[in-house]
């Protein structure tokens, strides 16, 4: 099953990096419905893949397997790649590398199977195969494209021409649905291709740093039979991330019988950082591919043991005033302004070993020089590693060190010793109840299990597997799923309050990004550690931007690169060696709704940022882009598709330097706003999830009370980010920790109660 990829790296050994991560093989493909294409239809994609993706050579001539351009131009890319190969690179690597298609790369289909079999929603999938069958004959090619010779025929040129022209179309859902086959077709090469890593000497494993000492857990293990399995605990916990995790903790720790179930599995530091192209599978949610319904926002969450603790960034920023007063005084919840409130956040911290003794990458260290020069404030944002420095840009991997202190490092293992127990590949159908004069009062939860395959891991086919109904009875029932799960579980469940998975709060990000002199190895270094937070309070309202780094993992950024042309790209990528990016992280106030898909039930994200929020997060790219001018970035581009880079001129022998006045620079900035942030022109992103399950003061407000407890129900809490009255403007780990800190501990002292007086306490 785990098989050693050491020996295939000289790279990584070269550099002393680690040479013993274990490779995590992937499940089967579920394919709901059957097979998702046919032959035919593969072969078109195949062939819009490599025309987003060609291979480059020069020539007059047309051909169905390489974009051909004039000679002049092959020469000027050739040698503008040639300059960013790194030098431990194999000879004529930047050959091979404009040669290469994205079809050469061995797991780029297996991955795109995947993908459309197992992530892209139903309804979408049916207009994918529509638009390919179309394109596969000769009518449909000649409304499409224009030419009558079906598209995966026509030389790669005409392909690559057609792609051009649908990106820059007048028809937005033409526009819309090639943005969205080009994303796809970069970042299935990116983690796919074989010359890409080896032209800019990007190891695969982190070179700082060692394999650390994982925690050895236990996991019930549940025989086969036809029958349901039945276990009796006194709390059983869904989800293991972090709020899930102190709650575990807390509870076990007060001598209370603990389950925690987790839908994914565990896999220890010896497999982490995983690769990009598994990691997405086994580390974050729907593969990593969570469009919001509209497809102006991707929403990334993790789906891992520590949920998404296990892919953060490390950042542990406590909620600011005006965010807990907002809480307190408009919402009704005076705990956020308490010193209890206070107390859980220190405590939570002190558990992670939180720090702000930190080393900067050149990254983050321009957000501090930076803001210096141009009189913004800045700080570092302090990080869970132990108190470790922890030089790492590869955690939204899986950390291989230890060093992060997320759940599976620290929580979790705290909860195993004192007694806690945990089912991994196990998800939960519904949760159970018993009416208790008039009112729903939870019994525990039904769920399905799926073994490990004989081998300990989980490539093995399912109907070799051992597959278990189980039932778990419990006087407390704990939702953890996340705000994408946690109100889909209780709409499963029966619950009817119209509040539930309404007020979704997101923190969608803008990403600028720029292009220095010399390599800067982005992915090196702490991911996160240094904010401007000037802009935080823009509207006077507690809403606006944070100015952060962006975590530099290739096939995270390099996919968000408006495609001009597949040699424009190829160009640009090979330059990522020289790249840094950043956020605009804005503090939303507008809301969206969680909802299950009617088809298959999986998450739905009905969000499109506002036009309050798109306003916000412009100032943000705006001041970035200042940021990045200032500290002297050569390049300078958005993720605008109609905004141009911004190319730094030198400044004449004996003339001023004009700094950010610079007449041509503020011509590019008066562009960015005039063209202003439009969907799909501009995708933004998000990495947190916050309020589908709101805590609130009264019932009809929320779905939990200042308790953590389901309003209109007994025994059944929800302890995670979902909770949040609104958005917290910060990375909400800690702020998760915090609030499930507080709540946890007064639901064990309830069971501690009743179980000294034999008298079930009040609700």
């Known amino acids: 099953m785990f098989a050693t990829m050491a020996s295939s790296n000289a790279l990584i050994s070269e550099l002393g990096g680690r040479t013993d991560i274990l490779d995590a093989h992937l499940p089967p493909v579920e394919k709901f419905d059957g097979e998702p294409l046919t032959e035919s239809q593969w072969t078109t994609l195949m062939s819009i893949v490599d025309a987003f993706i060609p291979a480059i050579q020069a020539g007059d001539h047309l051909s169905k397997t390489h974009l051909t351009i004039p000679q002049a131009e092959y020469d000027a890319t050739y040698s503008a790649i040639s300059r960013m190969v790194d030098p431990r690179a194999p000879e004529g690597i930047a050959k091979t590398y404009l040669e290469e298609r994205a079809s050469d790369a061995p797991m780029l289909r297996p991955l795109m199977h995947r993908l459309v079999a197992d992530y892209v929603r139903k309804a ?208 009704g919840l005076p705990f956020f302004t308490s010193g209890d409130f206070q107390n859980s956040l220190d405590r939570v911290c002190e558990r992670m070993g939180v720090t702000s003794d930190l080393d900067h990458n050149k990254t983050n260290q321009i957000l501090l020089d930076g803001a210096k020069k141009l009189g913004y404030s800045a700080k570092v944002v302090p990080q869970n590693n132990g108190g470790t420095k922890h030089y790492c840009g590869y955690c939204t991997f899986g950390c291989g060190s230890c060093e992060k ?226 500290e002297g970035a050569r390049r300078i581009f958005t993720n605008h598709q109609y905004v141009p880079d911004f190319i730094r001129e030198d400044i004449p022998e004996g003339a001023a330097d004009p700094g950010i006045n610079d007449t041509k620079f503020q011509e590019w900035l008066a562009l960015i706003r005039k063209k202003g942030v439009t969907t799909p022109d501009t995708t933004f992103g998000s990495a947190h999830q916050m309020g589908s399950c709101r805590m609130s003061s009264k019932p009809k407000a929320g779905v939990v009370d200042p308790k953590g407890r389901v309003w209109g129900t007994r025994g059944l809490y929800v302890m995670d980010a979902s909770v949040f009255p609104s958005a917290s403007g910060v990375n909400p780990m800690v702020t998760n920790m915090a609030i499930t800190d507080h709540t946890s501990r007064i639901l064990a002292k309830e069971l501690t109660d009743e179980l000294s007086t034999g008298v079930r306490a009040k609700l």
Not at 189 to 215: C, D, E, M
Not at 456 to 462: A, E, I, R
């Open 405 to 630: 202190q997320g759940p599976a490092v620290s929580w979790l293992p705290d909860a195993h010793k004192a007694g806690a127990k945990f089912i991994e590949g196990i998800s939960v159908d519904r949760v159970l109840f018993e009416t208790v004069k008039g009112k729903k009062k939870a019994t525990g939860v039904v769920a399905s299990w799926l073994s490990r395959d004989r081998n300990g891991g989980v490539s093995g086919p399912v109907n070799e597997r051992t597959t278990r109904k189980v039932i778990i009875r419990a006087k407390r029932v704990i939702v953890s799923g996340g705000s994408l799960q946690s109100p889909l579980l209780l709409l499963r469940s029966g619950l009817k309050n119209p509040q539930i998975g309404r007020n979704l709060h997101l923190h969608p990000v803008l990403i600028p990004g720029c292009i220095w002199d010399k390599a800067n190895r982005p992915w090196e270094g702490g991911i996160l550690t240094t904010v401007v937070n000037s802009l935080e309070n823009l509207d006077g309202a507690g809403h606006g931007p944070k100015l952060e780094a962006l975590t530099m993992m290739p096939s995270v950024f390099l996919p968000i690169i408006p495609w001009l042309s597949g040699t424009d790209f190829k160009k640009m990528s090979a330059e990522f060696g020289h790249t840094s990016a950043y956020i605009s992280l804005v503090r939303d106030r507008d809301t969206g709704r969680i909802y299950p898909d009617p088809h298959d039930g999986k998450v739905r994200i009905d969000y499109t940022p506002s036009a309050h929020t798109r306003q916000l997060a412009l100032e943000g790219l705006i001041s970035l882009c200042k940021l990045m001018y200032i």
């Open 124 to 331: 979408e999938r049916d207009q994918m195969s529509l638009i390919l069958t179309t394109l596969g004959t000769r009518a449909g090619s000649l409304l499409l494209t224009g030419s009558a010779t079906p598209f995966h025929e026509q030389p790669v040129n005409y392909r690559h021409q057609t792609l051009v022209s649908w990106m820059n179309s007048y028809i937005p859902p033409l526009r819309a649905g090639a943005k969205l086959l080009g994303a796809l077709s970069k970042s299935l090469w990116i983690k796919t291709s074989p010359a890409f890593p080896k032209l800019i000497g990007f190891p695969r494993i982190p070179i700082h740093g060692n394999v650390g000492q994982g925690y050895n857990f236990e996991f019930i293990q549940i025989p086969p039979g036809t029958k349901p399995e039945e276990i009796e605990t006194d709390v059983v916990i869904v989800g293991s991330g972090c709020g899930a995790a102190v709650a575990a903790k807390n509870i076990a720790e007060a001598g209370h019988r603990v389950l925690v179930l987790e839908k994914m599995y565990h896999f220890g530091p010896e497999h982490l950082p995983m690769s990009e192209a598994t990691g997405g599978v086994h580390l974050f949610e729907n593969g990593g591919i969570n469009f919001t319904d509209d497809g102006s926002l991707l929403v990334l969450t993790g789906a891992a043991w520590g949920g998404g603790g296990t892919i953060n960034w490390s950042a542990s920023l406590q909620p600011q005033e005006f965010v807990r007063r907002e809480w307190s005084e408009k919402d």
